[in-house]
């Protein structure tokens, strides 16, 4: 099936270029390229050659072990990493969606350029007077490409009274198969825009807007063609009559059906009448209508092959009947009587009818899903009586616990007892919410018990209903439940990247449609709480971490805290830098991550906060209106013998000591008096000193507002600065890393004290050490080693300045190249150690 979708593809591909290329406008051609498209070069002999498109990466991460936290949930090690952009991922998502698509498919030419053409209507149609939408120079379009254009339209949420307009153009948009599900039209659109298309199948399931099936039936009967060629028409959960008096629609007038599906909608006993008066009909779908006697369907036993007539709540026929109705109808190959509500078959009617031999002997697919108190005996005497069975429906009937009914075979079953069933089910039942309840129930508890290994399909399957039951808590809460099984340890490691991204947008989705339900939040979280997830995985960062925060100021509850400020943590120094802006300049987030968290996750908040406060003034000025500088008092007189808590709040204060006009702020003799006891204390790790000799610098600079405290205060800081710098011995492993050395250059200017340049020169030199090719690269850009220079040639510079400047200047080789890390400093914390010391890369800050 794959290979022949490929080929349909491919050949879709080919009418594209040689028929749709040909004639595409130049305003089109020259904006591919600006879309991420193949740019369409123009031949000698008039036609289109697409140049060859750029190669895809693709990541084909492999398992390795991975540990289980002290929460429950995963954390993966991280080995590889995601390259597509935001608007690159969502585009090509968008793409996806519609059509033949599977998860690691490359995308078609033909729908990369049909979804490009939906979203650029406004720029490529004209307005008529009526509003509606026409191209102004259309191609004649293959009928193929008419029709995926319509779907791609309505898949990606723009077809409407306007943009339908351009199929009103017959002659170059010709429609055979119109795909129509979930949009919102007019009876008065739908009519001018379709009905005038010869069309062959028609799905308007769930349409919005004012119309009805009636209106429906109306349009297509004024077209002879749909009157005589129209088979299949789809009018699920659509209104029949837009009021009580209007008269019943007319199916019969549509005498070209072949197929019908009229299910969840208000069908009664004269519609199912009329329906079965259609002289050509072979497939009926009437599942939750009102219709209480099936006996008008005896006038289609000639030709009837397939009947569905799941969760007929009103139906009123005595089993008896029922079942002589059901047998009389020989030809049936494809038989549905499932029951929604999941009951006991008290009638005794199922039961009859799988005993009942000599009848129904060419069914091939028969479900009785959800009536309980079926046997296996039963139901393998059935299917042993009939060898051309292919599929059977057991989902919460009592069967399908034997070997001969496990579904591994040519048999396919649905049910709960093995992994198998449950998949047949997910794949049949993804509409329907009872059954869907009940078999994702079941996964989670297989799931849970068994190692089955990795699952992707399942997972897929899983992600499918979220997306169809958006609206429904009681399918998110076990879907959730399941997602977190199906990804926790290595499995999620061996899943496609691009099905991962899936999962997290559905997890996102849930947690917005229900942010009041606290175990929806909590399912989601330990799902999205991945180190292998979260840092690899190709999905809207920026969005997630708002998320997430916003979960965090919803609940009080710690497991939740926890889990929220981890995962925000390791996704803010994931963000580019205009995100990180963005992020940090939301007032609520910066409250939020303000807030006294409880013990166990404060590292994670501390860590998150100082990504934010980075070169974000800002960000700095939103902090100290939280009243996080009083917070971050009491965390240092609290955690005083914590080094790793200690260095987090000494580097944001830093942060903020950089923004010449917060310094004031800063200011305090009690806050000044602690850090200098930090800088000169011999017991302090150098990894801290370093950020208290930071704050003080800073403060301490010739720059910025007046200093007025005591100045024997100032003069001491500049002394213990002095000689405390000298008096570090650099650490073997990565300290702290830099995108930028613009905070420093304020503290080599010539005016500053010697303390204050030692500090910012020490603070160049440790970082030069370990990647020189990366800081030689930053200093020669931004003009560093200009000032640097001028250090060792000034007369009146310190002879330690001057010293420690030559040490750079002799490390440093101008020109060389960079690979190294652009963050000045990362948080890639392994998130195993959710409930104690954070453990983490020597290329971090922890």
């Avoid at 351009?166 to 659109?189: I, M, T």
């Avoid at 009947?321 to 109808?329: K, N, W």
């Avoid at 038989?335 to 009848?359: I, M, P, Y």
């Avoid at 059954?435 to 129930?441: A, C, D, G, K, T």
């Amino acid at each position: 099936m794959k290979q022949a979708a490929r080929g349909r593809r491919a050949s879709l591909d080919r009418k594209i270029i040689r028929a749709g290329c040909a004639s595409v406008p130049s305003a089109w051609a020259r904006d591919l390229p600006a879309r991420g498209l193949p740019r369409v070069r123009p031949r000698a002999d008039g036609l289109a050659e697409p140049q060859a498109p750029v190669a895809r990466r693709r990541e084909c991460p492999r398992a390795s072990r991975a540990t289980f936290s002290v929460s429950g949930h995963a954390s993966r090690k991280t080995r590889v990493t995601a390259g597509a952009t935001v608007s690159q991922m969502d585009f090509n998502d968008q793409v996806k969606c519609f059509r033949f698509l599977d998860e690691d498919s490359p995308l078609a030419l033909a729908d990369i350029c049909l979804a490009w053409v939906s979203r650029n209507l406004e720029t490529l149609c004209t307005v008529c007077e009526d509003g509606s939408l026409q191209f102004y120079s259309c191609p004649v379009f293959p009928q193929e490409l008419s029709d995926l254009l319509l779907h791609a339209m309505t898949d990606m949420g723009v077809l409407d009274d306007r943009t339908v307009g351009v199929f009103r153009n017959v002659e170059r948009l010709r429609l055979k198969r119109a795909w129509l599900h979930s949009s919102c039209l007019s009876a008065d659109a739908f009519r001018q825009a379709l009905c005038m298309h010869r069309l062959q199948e028609l799905n308007v399931s769930c349409l919005g807007g004012d119309i009805t099936v009636s209106d429906i039936l109306h349009g297509l009967s004024s077209n002879k063609d749909c009157r005589q060629g129209l088979q299949r028409l789809t009018v699920i959960g659509m209104n029949l009559l837009s009021a009580a008096s209007d008269p019943s629609p007319r199916f019969s007038a549509l005498r070209g059906l072949r197929c019908l599906c009229v299910a969840w909608t208000q069908l009664d006993d004269s519609g199912l009448e009329d329906i079965c008066s259609l002289p050509l009909l072979e497939s009926l779908d009437i599942s939750g209508t009102s219709v209480t006697d099936l006996a008008p369907l005896r006038s289609l036993r000639a030709g009837l092959r397939s009947l569905t007539v799941h969760g007929l709540r009103k139906l009123a026929m005595p089993a008896a009947d029922l079942l002589s109705v059901l047998t009389s109808l020989e030809l049936l190959r494809h038989l549905d009587v499932s029951n929604s509500r999941l009951v006991a078959d008290r009638e005794g009617l199922v039961r009859q009818l799988l005993e009942r031999t000599g009848t129904l002997e060419e069914l091939v697919s028969l479900d009785v899903s959800g009536w309980r108190g079926v046997s296996d005996a039963t139901v393998q005497a059935f299917v042993e009586a009939r060898p051309g069975m292919r599929f059977l429906g057991l989902l919460a009937t009592g069967a399908g616990g034997s070997n001969f009914l496990s579904g591994e075979g040519c048999l396919k079953v649905t049910g709960e007892h093995n992994l198998a069933q449950v998949n047949e089910a997910l794949r049949r039942y993804v509409e329907r919410k009872s059954f869907l309840q009940e078999v994702l129930r079941h996964l989670h508890i297989l799931i849970s018990e068994l190692d089955v290994g990795p699952q992707p399909e399942v997972l897929k399957l899983v992600c499918s209903a979220m997306q169809k039951h958006s609206d429904s808590a009681s399918v998110q809460l076990v879907a959730t439940a399941c997602v977190f099984n199906l990804t926790s340890l290595e499995l999620a490691q061996e899943m496609p990247l691009s099905l991962l991204g899936n999962v997290v947008r559905q997890v996102l989705a849930a947690m917005k449609n229900f942010p009041s339900n606290e175990q929806i939040q909590k399912n989601c979280l330990f799902s999205l709480c991945s180190d292998y997830v979260l840092q690899v995985v190709p999905f809207n960062r920026y969005e997630t971490a708002r998320q997430v925060i916003m979960s965090l100021a919803s609940y009080d509850n710690e497991t939740l805290q926890r889990i929220c400020v981890a995962v925000v943590s390791l996704l803010v120094s994931k963000l580019g830098v205009e995100d990180l802006a963005q992020f940090g300049g939301d007032e609520m987030i910066v409250k939020r991550a303000s807030v006294g968290a409880v013990d166990s996750v404060l590292n994670f908040a501390l860590t998150t906060l100082w990504n934010l406060t980075d070169e974000r003034p800002y960000t700095c000025l939103l902090f100290l209106q939280c009243q996080g500088l009083e917070l971050y008092m009491e965390v240092l007189e609290t955690y005083i013998f914590e080094p790793s808590t200690q260095k987090k709040v000494l580097g944001l204060l830093n942060n903020l000591a950089e923004v010449e006009d917060l310094r004031g702020a800063l200011l305090d003799e009690e806050l000044l008096e602690y850090v200098v006891s930090v800088l000169s204390s011999p017991a302090v790790a150098v990894e801290v000193s370093y950020f208290a000799g930071g704050v003080l610098a800073n403060l301490t600079s010739s720059r910025g507002p007046a200093w007025d405290l005591d100045t024997q205060l100032r003069d001491t800081i500049l002394q213990e600065l002095h000689a405390s710098v000298l008096s570090w011995t650099p650490p073997d492993h990565v300290m702290v890393s830099y995108r930028s050395f613009q905070p420093f250059y304020p503290l080599l200017h010539h005016s500053q004290a010697s303390g204050v340049q030692l500090w910012a020169l020490w603070g160049i030199h440790l970082v030069c050490r370990h990647d020189v090719s990366q800081y030689s690269r930053i200093l020669t850009v931004e003009g560093g080693l200009d000032t640097i220079r001028a250090l060792t040639s000034d007369p009146h510079t310190h002879r330690d300045v001057q010293q420690l400047a030559l040490n750079i200047l002799t490390l440093v080789e101008p020109g060389a190249t960079s690979t190294g890390p652009t963050y000045k400093y990362t948080t890639e914390a392994s998130l195993t150690q959710l409930n104690g010391k954070l453990y983490c890369s020597q290329k971090n800050s922890d």
